[in-house]
Each structure stands twice: as structure tokens, then as C-alpha cells.
């Protein structure tokens, strides 16, 4: 028995292909079967990818992620996320952890009087490494040793078990069951990282790490000290390549054009994953990615990976389709509440009529989508249990200028020859300062947003300033009018108003210069800080939602920022190349979640939602596990809530479906004859 702890960052049911009943038949009966058809292609799938330090061989390449090893945006293709949230209704469905449980079992009732709460994971044993080893229980284990040397005491502590088995016990500050799609995130998802660390190649570092627990959980040796030995350290000097990949697919050979990734074998769910291959292309300049799209050399683009600027989006070739997924946040516009005519809540809720949002987002182009109720719970599924009557009739500030009118006239405000004044008698002007890039897609909703403005009579100019120092100072001083910045936060769970409620209010300077108090019309007055703390930290269910409704109330009259746009995930697919469902399919939400929004892909190739557009001939073997370890019986496992994806559907090419038909129907014969001997022997 091994006890260690474990801090996880926080960000961020199976399935059966809905396939003709003769091909499912033969599924149940003989699960290896390969059915053999007559495609051309041989199921690869090619990804574009801007970076400006192309990997050259894999001779000299390193596969350590904290080295430059391949990561990030391909989390979801090299490795195998413990468990993936799914988004459409904040349940875990399994991955590596097929089978997890919380302790005690009465922990939600007793959370309050609790110190800490156990979680036990229980592995699936056919995931492997793509050298052929068994994902264990270890392995999460190293995974979050590693994590925790990027992170602060105090830890959890672990036991592991056996070798697919492990219980980690958290400070109950680290978990809540008013917060569940969060916690199960953080313990069952591992913080959304995926298992990235193989203990038998990382035991060197891991076991320095174990001997120096106590004193790291004590502040008294610091987590940097490990950094380093991280970051220096080259598994593959230790190991095969293969060896540190458990995803679908495995680093194989890399050249300065493109990076090869062969399938895994030992991937849990390989014989669901329906690509052999994956090339992702290596471009230095978007103005290179682009040409191969339109050449239609690349299948897949996803912002995780590369973004192609708005204007580039609308000229694709029309086999090209685009995805774009709303996230809970974007950008908008926040007031300096200390200047003399912007601290007045009706001329921001003015400025709230003028600007027409639909337009706004059009203008930035494809990566970008209206937000309908600003300070609203955005409508994604995900929010269903935060839009309660509370907050479904809040003020939508749809454009109307006469209202605009008549709110700068109830505070003093005059027009004269479309120009208007301001009660002291002076030109009413504003000028915002972008902080965000001068991007073509944000200049243009910038200058639409200064047009509208300008047209009802109030001129607008607007400059741009990314030297985070002179923003500083520029907050400081109080000198301007309006800030261009993001607003909203990530999902999982419940709304996250940290922008609005404590960064831009606050860190390092209060950019709105607001006290965080909002004066209601009924003259009482919430305190956003305590609500905000509420929101994150719930005593209850119903205390979480009613804190969100009553921020979102307050933040949609008060105004202190005005959300504009979404910023959209977009994914890009070749329609030739790949089947997908529509753009209104619960499954690209899948993108608001994992490392660069790639447990998309990965939920895609193991559920059947990225599919080539023909069936091919696909062998797949999993090795068979051989477990040293009797498997002890620690507790009994109850119940686990996972979540079941609609099926999805595999397009078969139509000239295949004759010999498809043929084949199956000899299998099925064949089976049937071995079926009825077999039935005959037991006689």
C-alpha cells in the first residue's frame, strides 16, 4: 500500500454505431470479423498545424510535453483521457477510469462535518501503452506527482490499491457536491489533462518526488526544485517512443513537413477508432495552411491546433464545412465607472441599445456569434439548471434608439444637430481602447461598433494598446472611457463570472474602478463579491443557482461590462474526407472540454462522430492483459452515473454496399453452420 497526495489543476456509456442489423449480428457473434470493402482510401486523416519550431526527425525528437513534446493540441489523438465530461449534461463518460466511486457513501449529507472525501477509480484493463504495457493504476499516479510539482500544497493523499485500482482522498475544500460537474472533473477527469505519465519511464523522477511527499506537503521543499528535473528529462533515452503514448494513436516518424501518428493498438476502445493513420502537416505561416486547404490536402482544423482568420473562412472550398461552438465567454466592453458621464447607469444601458451585437459578430467574421442577453446564463444544455424564471425575462437590450434617447435625456444628456451634449454643455465623446490585438476581425467589429455610435450622435474613436504596462498605467490614472477585453470564462459546471466579478476589477488594477456593490431600482443593494463567492463555493444546490441568478440580474441592469460576441471554437472538416454530424449535434460541445478542446477528438473517433466517408478494411488486435496482482475487493461498488451519447451513424459508400452485402451474408452463413455444430455437440 502506497499513501501519497495529489492537488488536480482546475481548468476545462458506451456506444454502438447505428449500423445495418446483419453487420451488428455478425458484431455479437464474432467481434474480430473484418468486413472487407472496395474503398481507395486507406482511412488516413490529415490535420494542418501552424507553428513557427516544426519538429525535424524523430531521431533528435523529445516526447516530454514540458520539453516541446507533442501535447497540447494533440492530447486527445497521443493520450487517453481518464474519463471525458460529457458537456450536454455534465456527466463523465468513461475512459481509462471505466468505473469510479465516492466515500463515504453518505458524503454528500455529511459534507460539512467532513475533512476529506475519498474517490476510488477503478482502471480499464485492456488500456495499454503503445508499446504493449498496461495502463495501471501507477500511472495515474505518476501523472499526478507530476501535476502536483506545477501546483501548491496541500494534497490529497492516494492509496493505490493494485494495479487497477486506486482511492484518492481530497481535502473537502477541493471538492463539493453542490458543484459535481466540477468535482468529477477534477478527480475522475484528472483536471481535464488525460494520463500523460508512464511510471515505469518516469520512476526515476517519481520515486524523488515520493520520498520528498511529507516535506512538499509541508511547504518545506519546494515544488520547483522537481520542475527542473521535469523539464530536463528525456523519456526517450529511457524507453521507446511508443511507450509514452496510450491514446488512439502513437507518435511513429516525424519529418519537417509532417508529424506521423499510427494507430495504438492497445488504445482501450481501438477497435472503435476507424482511422489507421494520422498526418499532421507542419506549416510555419497560415498563409501556407491555407493553401492547403484550398487544395483540400488538409481533412481537419481546430482552433486548438491552428485558427484561420475569419475573411480565410468564408472562401473555402464549399466540400469544406465549419463548425463553430459558442464558449461561455468572448469579448465585450467594460466602463471607467470614474468618468463623469459613463458612471451613470442609464447611458451605459444606452450604449447598450446602440450597438447592434448580431452585426457586431457578423463583421468579426465566422469566429464569432451575438451575445442575445448580455450578462445573461448563456443558452448552452449544459446551463439548463441556472435558467430558471428568475432570469429568462432579463433585459435582451435589443437595438432601439429611441429608447437609447430617452434614457441620456432622463440623466440630463441634450441632442442638437445629431450631436449630442452632455449636461455640463459639452460634446458627449467616447473612445475605446482595444487591449485585446489589432486583428482584421477585431478592428472591423471595433470600427462597426464606433460607426454605430458615432451615427446616433456620439463620436467614437477607438485606439489600440497590448503593452500590458501602459494598460496598467492607463487604469491607473482613470484616463479613458471604455476597455475592449474578454469577458465570461470556461466551462464545466456552473457560471463563472471570475472576468467580470475579479479580474478586470481588481487584478492589477480595478479596470472599471467599481466597487462591486450594485444599487438596485427597490433601493436595495447587492453585494457581487459575497454572491461571487457563492457561486463558487455553495453551501447548497440552491443556494449555487440562486447566487447565479441573482449576478446575472444584477450584471444585466448595472452594466458594468457589455458582452458583445462570443468567441467561437471552430472546427474546419473536409466533408470528402470525413462524416460528422450537423452543426446542431450535442457532440461539438465536446470541444469546451480537455486540453486545446481535444476530447472532441477523441470522444469522435471512440463514439463514431468523426468517421471516414467510407468504411474500409480496419485489423485491430488488443493485446491480452496478464495481471500479476489479484485484485483485492475494497469496497463495494454501488453505482457510477454515466452518460449514454445518442448513436451516431457510419456513411457507407454506396459502391461498397454490394460487396459489403456479399461478404456478410457468406460470414453470416459460416457463423450459422458453427453455431448449430456447436449447439449439436452439447447434446
Known amino acids: 500500500m502506497i499513501i501519497y497526495s495529489y492537488f488536480v489543476i482546475g481548468m476545462k456509456a458506451k456506444i454502438l454505431y447505428s449500423i445495418p442489423l446483419f453487420i451488428l449480428l455478425l458484431g455479437l457473434i464474432l467481434p474480430s470479423v473484418t468486413i472487407i470493402t472496395n474503398s481507395q482510401t486507406s482511412n488516413v486523416l490529415t490535420i494542418g498545424w501552424v507553428t513557427s519550431s516544426p519538429y525535424t526527425s524523430l531521431s533528435s525528437y523529445n516526447p516530454n510535453i514540458f520539453s516541446g513534446g507533442l501535447g497540447g493540441a494533440f492530447y486527445g489523438l497521443v493520450y487517453a483521457y481518464s474519463a471525458i465530461l460529457n458537456v450536454s449534461n455534465n456527466q463523465m463518460l468513461p475512459g481509462i477510469v471505466e468505473n469510479w466511486t465516492f466515500s463515504p457513501s453518505n458524503w454528500v449529507q455529511e459534507f460539512n462535518s467532513l475533512s476529506s472525501v475519498n474517490v476510488t477509480l477503478y482502471l480499464n484493463p485492456n488500456a495499454h501503452w503503445a508499446n504493449g504495457q498496461p495502463v495501471t493504476a501507477y500511472d495515474i499516479l505518476a501523472t499526478c506527482l507530476i501535476l502536483d510539482m506545477y501546483s501548491a ?4 493523499n492516494y492509496t493505490v490499491i493494485n494495479n487497477y485500482t486506486i482511492t484518492i482522498s481530497y481535502p473537502k475544500d477541493y471538492v ?6 466540477f468535482t468529477l472533473l477534477d478527480t475522475v477527469g484528472l483536471g481535464e489533462v488525460a494520463v500523460i505519465t508512464n511510471y515505469q519511464v518516469w520512476k526515476p523522477i517519481i520515486t524523488q518526488i515520493e520520498g520528498n511527499w511529507t516535506l512538499l506537503q509541508e511547504g518545506k521543499v519546494k515544488t520547483t526544485v ?4 521535469i523539464r530536463s528529462f528525456n523519456p526517450a533515452l529511457v524507453a521507446s517512443i511508443s511507450a509514452d503514448y496510450n491514446g488512439p494513436f502513437y507518435v511513429s516518424q516525424i519529418t519537417p513537413s509532417e508529424i506521423v501518428l499510427s494507430k495504438n493498438p492497445g488504445f482501450y476502445a481501438a477497435n472503435m477508432v476507424p482511422w489507421n493513420k494520422v498526418i499532421i502537416y507542419q506549416y510555419t505561416s497560415s498563409q501556407d495552411l491555407l493553401a492547403g486547404v484550398k487544395t483540400g490536402e488538409i481533412d481537419l482544423l481546430y482552433t486548438g ?16 464545412k465549419v463548425i463553430s461552438i459558442p464558449q461561455p465567454g468572448g469579448y465585450g466592453l467594460y466602463f471607467n465607472l470614474q468618468n463623469p458621464w459613463l458612471k451613470y447607469v442609464q447611458v451605459r444601458q444606452a450604449i447598450a441599445y446602440i450597438i447592434n451585437r448580431t452585426a457586431v459578430a457578423l463583421v468579426g467574421g465566422a469566429k464569432y456569434s451575438p451575445v442575445h442577453v448580455p450578462n445573461g446564463i448563456p443558452n448552452f444544455s449544459y446551463f439548463n439548471e441556472f435558467r430558471t424564471p428568475a432570469v429568462s425575462n432579463l433585459n435582451p437590450y435589443n437595438v432601439n434608439l429611441t429608447k437609447a434617447a430617452e434614457l441620456l435625456e432622463s440623466v440630463g444628456f441634450t441632442e442638437k444637430n445629431g450631436q449630442w451634449y452632455t ?3 459639452t460634446p458627449f465623446t467616447l473612445n475605446i481602447t482595444d487591449t485585446i490585438s489589432s486583428s482584421p476581425g477585431v478592428t472591423s467589429m471595433l470600427t462597426l461598433i464606433a460607426d454605430e455610435l458615432t451615427s446616433f450622435g456620439i463620436p467614437t474613436t477607438y485606439s489600440v494598446s497590448t ?26 459546471g456552473t457560471v463563472d463570472w471570475y472576468l467580470q466579478l475579479q479580474y478586470l476589477s481588481g ?7 467599481w466597487d462591486l456593490l450594485v444599487p438596485l431600482p427597490n433601493g436595495s443593494v447587492y453585494n457581487m463579491s459575497k454572491l461571487y463567492i457563492e457561486s463558487t463555493a455553495p453551501n447548497s444546490t440552491s443556494q449555487l443557482i440562486a447566487a447565479n441568478d441573482e449576478i446575472a440580474y444584477a450584471l444585466n441592469y448595472y452594466l458594468p461590462v457589455l458582452p458583445l460576441v462570443y468567441t467561437d471554437y471552430v472546427i474546419v472538416y473536409n466533408s470528402n474526407v470525413i462524416s460528422a454530424p450537423p452543426s446542431s449535434s450535442w457532440f461539438w460541445e465536446e470541444a469546451l472540454y480537455g486540453i486545446g478542446g481535444t476530447a472532441l477528438l477523441q470522444a469522435g473517433f471512440q463514439y463514431g462522430y468523426l468517421v471516414p466517408t467510407t468504411v474500409t478494411t480496419t485489423t485491430t488486435s488488443i493485446p491480452t492483459v496478464t495481471s500479476t496482482t489479484t485484485v483485492p475487493v475494497t469496497s463495494t461498488v454501488t453505482s457510477t452515473t454515466t452518460s449514454v451519447i445518442p448513436p451516431s451513424t457510419v456513411t457507407v459508400s454506396t459502391t461498397n454496399v454490394g460487396l459489403i452485402v456479399g461478404v456478410a451474408v457468406v460470414v453470416i452463413i459460416v457463423v450459422i453452420i458453427v453455431a448449430v455444430l456447436l449447439l449439436r455437440r452439447r447434446r
Open 153 to 156: 500544497p496541500p494534497f490529497p
Open 176 to 181: 463539493s457536491p453542490y458543484l459535481m460537474p
Open 226 to 229: 522537481f520542475r527542473s528535473m
Open 305 to 320: 491546433a491552428t485558427s484561420l482568420p475569419s475573411l480565410a473562412l468564408s472562401s473555402l472550398p464549399s466540400y469544406y
Open 423 to 425: 449636461p455640463a454643455g
Open 467 to 492: 503593452i500590458a504596462s501602459i494598460n496598467h498605467q492607463l487604469y491607473k490614472s482613470g484616463d479613458y472611457g471604455l476597455v475592449f477585453q474578454a469577458w465570461g470564462g470556461y466551462y464545466p
Open 507 to 513: 487584478i492589477p488594477y480595478n479596470v472599471t474602478h
